[in-house]
């Protein structure tokens, strides 16, 4: 088996087709069809069933198609070392955020670091923090920024300078003049919030933690899956939400929107890495260009 038959079978099953798979990697459709037969025979195992003229993986390719995965980023880790190596002239890191973190400012720390190594190029996959934390232990990224908490026994969290959550409301609103006090207040509001495994979404669930409510007893009208979502909900009346001032700071300005007087505590960012894995000379750069 080798490591350009499991790049075959990983475009493949993404696909589902292998004509589409050659094109991807600049393949004839027979040297592509060969690799995988070669694949199928040498173990004597079926990968794909062919549906008309259509490919589906079997349930032996979909549990083969993980741990191809996994064998290609090991292989590519093997390459980043020889990057290092190479003084970081060449070579990937590939990077995750969650969204507030990756739109409004992951940006400004991958500018940074393209300034002090402009050959080596920079990756970004966006998702929620339960998602990149997933990522993260299965090694489809090196690095992921969140906002949220994360416990995971395989993963090594660090805290990073984080940004200020707000509570805000449509102007019209009435806590824009008058903020909710009690617990009673805050359940009589109606919320418009991010979806489940969010960081965001954390900070509406601890604020009703402190007041000892339960999110089955709250008005929700709407879970939208980004910040600009909600942002947008909020500012057409929507409901109440809880953002970061990176994401509302435009509308705020404008009057969009209207921030309510009520304490939030300050939010932390959290840098994850895989604890099985050593820190590379590259992420340790730009773990640099991370700090304030």
Same mark, same amino acid.
């Given at each position: 088996?080798?490591?350009?038959?499991?790049?075959?079978?990983?475009? +493949?099953?993404? !696909?589902? $087709?292998?004509?589409?798979?050659?094109?991807? #990697?600049? %393949? *004839?459709?027979?040297? /592509?069809?060969?690799?995988?037969?070669?694949?199928?025979?040498?173990?004597?195992?079926?990968?794909?069933?062919?549906?008309?003229r259509r490919i589906v993986l079997t349930d032996a390719g979909r549990q083969f198609l993980d741990e191809a995965r996994a064998v290609l980023g090991r292989a590519e880790q093997a390459e980043r070392l020889l990057a290092d190596l190479a003084q970081l002239r060449r070579g990937?890191?590939?990077?995750?955020?969650?969204?507030?973190?990756?739109?409004?400012?992951?940006?400004? +720390?991958?500018? !940074?670091? $393209?300034?002090?190594?402009?050959?080596?190029? #920079?990756? %970004? *996959?966006?998702?929620? /923090?339960?998602?990149?934390?997933?990522?993260?232990?299965?090694?489809?990224?090196?690095?992921?920024?969140?906002?949220?908490?994360?416990?995971?026994?395989?993963?090594?969290?660090?805290?990073?300078?984080?940004?200020?959550?707000?509570?805000?409301?449509?102007?019209?609103?009435?806590?824009?003049?008058?903020?909710?006090?009690?617990?009673?207040?805050?359940?009589?509001?109606?919320?418009?919030?991010?979806?489940?495994?969010?960081?965001?979404?954390?900070?509406?669930?601890?604020?009703?933690?402190?007041?000892?409510?339960?999110?089955?007893?709250?008005?929700?009208?709407?879970?939208?899956?980004?910040?600009?979502?909600?942002?947008?909900?909020?500012?057409?009346?929507?409901?109440?939400?809880?953002?970061?001032?990176?994401?509302?700071q435009p509308l705020l300005e404008n009057g969009r929107i209207a921030r309510v007087d009520i304490d939030l505590p300050q939010r932390n960012f959290f840098v994850l890495h895989h604890k099985e894995r050593q820190i590379s000379l590259a992420e340790a750069r730009f773990l640099?260009?991370?700090?304030?």
């Amino acid at each position: 088996m080798t490591l350009e038959q499991l790049r075959i079978f990983i475009a +493949v099953a993404e !696909r589902q $087709h292998v004509t589409q798979a050659a094109a991807a #990697l600049n %393949l *004839t459709q027979s040297a /592509t069809s060969a690799a995988i037969s070669a694949l199928e025979q040498r173990h004597a195992v079926r990968l794909f069933d062919r549906v008309g003229r259509r490919i589906v993986l079997t349930d032996a390719g979909r549990q083969f198609l993980d741990e191809a995965r996994a064998v290609l980023g090991r292989a590519e880790q093997a390459e980043r070392l020889l990057a290092d190596l190479a003084q970081l002239r060449r070579g990937t890191l590939r990077l995750g955020a969650s969204q507030t973190v990756a739109n409004y400012w992951l940006p400004g +720390v991958m500018q !940074r670091f $393209h300034n002090e190594y402009p050959d080596f190029s #920079l990756s %970004l *996959t966006t998702g929620n /923090t339960q998602d990149i934390a997933s990522m993260v232990q299965g090694a489809t990224i090196d690095l992921g920024f969140v906002e949220g908490v994360v416990e995971a026994p395989t993963l090594s969290v660090t805290k990073l300078t984080g940004d200020e959550m707000a509570l805000v409301v449509a102007p019209d609103h009435p806590w824009a003049s008058t903020p909710p006090l009690t617990a009673a207040q805050l359940q009589e509001g109606t919320w418009v919030l991010r979806e489940p495994g969010s960081g965001t979404r954390a900070v509406w669930e601890d604020l009703l933690k402190r007041n000892g409510l339960d999110k089955a007893s709250m008005r929700v009208a709407f879970e939208l899956p980004s910040n600009e979502a909600v942002r947008s909900a909020v500012k057409a009346g929507g409901g109440a939400a809880i953002l970061s001032t990176l994401v509302i700071q435009p509308l705020l300005e404008n009057g969009r929107i209207a921030r309510v007087d009520i304490d939030l505590p300050q939010r932390n960012f959290f840098v994850l890495h895989h604890k099985e894995r050593q820190i590379s000379l590259a992420e340790a750069r730009f773990l640099d260009c991370a700090q304030p």
